[in-house]
C-alpha cells in the first residue's frame, strides 16, 4: 500500500465547475504538500499544510490531521487549470517528500 | 529572485556515457532534494543534501549515482554509465531550512538515454 494515495486519478471537468482533489497518507507527518505539474512543464509548490485551511485565489487546501485526509479545492475551474495535481507529505523528522501519484485534471471550455 | 535553476533542460546520452545534472539552489536556501519522475510513475526521493554534507541518501541506487553540494557552485548528480532504465525526468529542490517552508522546484532535467 502506498504511504500516499490520491482520488480519483483522473477528472474531466468543464469550466466553471467546483473541483475536489482529495490525498490521504497512512505516516505520521510534519506537513503535507500540494504540487501542480504541466505536462512537460516543471513543478509549482500550491500550498504547505499543517493544519487547518489555507486559501489562495480560487484555490482551497485543508487537512484533517486526525484523519490523515487533505483535499484540494478548486473554484470557478478554468482550462487553464488542467494540470496534475500532486499531493507530499514530509515524515515526522525527516525533510524529504514522499509523493501520490497525482491527478490529472482536464478541464475543457 | 531567480527560483532553482535546473541544467540543462534536456539531456541525451548514449548507453554508458555520463550524465551530470546541475542544480543551482534558490538564493538563501541551502537545502536541496533531488527527486526521480520516470515515465508513468510518480515522483521518488533520491538524495537530500546541505552545503558540503550528504544528510540523507536512501533513495539513491547503490551504484553509478552520486551527489554533491560543494561550498561553491551548484549541486551536482552525476550518473555513471547510464542504462535505458535511468531516462527519466531529475527534479531538484531546495528550501531554506528543515521545516520545508519555501520548497521550491525547479524545471527539471530530462535524461534521454539512446
Known amino acids: 500500500k502506498n504511504e500516499v494515495e490520491q482520488s480519483p486519478q483522473n477528472l474531466t471537468a468543464q469550466e466553471g465547475e467546483f473541483i475536489t482533489i482529495n490525498c490521504s497518507y497512512s505516516?505520521?507527518?510534519?506537513?503535507l504538500h500540494w504540487l501542480q505539474q504541466h505536462p512537460g512543464g516543471g513543478i509549482v509548490s500550491l500550498f504547505m499544510l499543517s493544519s487547518g485551511k489555507k486559501k489562495h485565489g480560487r484555490l482551497i487546501a485543508t487537512i484533517n490531521i486526525q484523519e490523515k485526509h487533505s483535499s484540494l479545492h478548486i473554484t470557478a475551474s478554468h482550462p487553464r487549470d488542467s494540470a496534475v495535481y500532486i499531493c507530499a507529505v514530509s515524515d515526522s523528522g525527516s525533510e524529504k517528500l514522499v509523493f501520490g501519484k497525482g491527478m490529472k485534471l482536464t478541464v475543457n471550455p | 529572485n531567480a527560483g532553482v535553476m535546473q541544467n540543462p533542460r534536456h539531456l541525451v546520452r548514449r548507453r554508458g556515457q555520463e550524465a551530470r545534472l546541475r542544480c543551482s539552489p534558490m538564493?538563501?536556501?541551502?537545502?536541496v532534494y533531488w527527486y526521480r519522475q520516470l515515465p508513468e510513475e510518480g515522483l521518488k526521493f533520491m538524495v537530500y543534501?546541505?552545503?558540503?554534507?550528504?544528510?540523507?541518501e536512501s533513495g539513491m541506487p547503490k551504484e553509478r549515482f552520486s551527489a554533491e553540494f560543494p561550498k561553491e557552485g551548484p549541486s551536482i548528480l552525476r550518473i555513471q554509465q547510464v542504462v535505458r532504465g535511468d531516462s527519466a525526468a531529475y527534479f531538484c529542490?531546495?528550501?531554506?531550512?528543515?521545516?520545508?517552508?519555501?520548497?521550491?522546484f525547479g524545471s527539471g532535467t530530462r535524461l534521454t538515454v539512446v
Open positions: 543534501l546541505q552545503k558540503e554534507n550528504i544528510i540523507d
Open positions: 529542490a531546495s528550501s531554506p531550512d528543515r521545516a520545508g517552508y519555501g520548497y521550491t
Open positions: 505516516v505520521g507527518i510534519s506537513a
Open positions: 538564493k538563501g536556501h541551502s537545502h
